[in-house]
């Protein structure tokens, strides 16, 4: 199992970033797939998911600016970043529970700084 994040960066208070998450290794389409989030100094924190039939949760600190979404044909999840405030900056980090392991990403920086 293999998940490969892009699309961190920085970006300005009220900024937008699309995060992208490559899988291989595994049927991707027949997992949920979720979004996590390190910030300095806190606990890791569940993002958001997407279940394989494209049902989807949100912690309530993102819900109405971010979307997640899957591409099942290109085996990638993506995590859409509107209105991206201070607190939102961290490590994202792709994971999928596979066959009773979790797996993980190496993880992509986002900074919302002015």
């Known amino acids: 199992v293999q998940l490969v994040e892009s699309g961190g960066g920085l970006v300005q208070p009220g900024g937008s970033l699309r995060l992208s998450c490559a899988a291989s290794?595994?049927?991707?389409?027949?997992?949920?797939m979720r979004w996590y989030r390190r910030a300095p100094g806190k606990e890791r924190e569940l993002v958001s998911s997407?279940?394989?039939?494209?049902?989807?949760n949100y912690a309530d600190s993102v819900k109405g600016r971010f979307t997640i979404s899957r591409d099942n044909a290109k085996n990638t999840v993506y995590l859409q970043m509107n209105s991206l405030k201070p607190e939102d900056t961290a490590v994202y980090y792709c994971?999928?529970?596979?066959?009773?392991?979790?797996?993980w990403g190496q993880g992509t920086q986002v900074t919302v700084s002015s």
């Open positions: 994971n999928v529970p596979f066959l009773y392991s979790d797996y």
């Open positions: 290794g595994f049927t991707f389409s027949s997992y949920v």
């Open positions: 997407i279940t394989r039939t494209g049902g989807t």
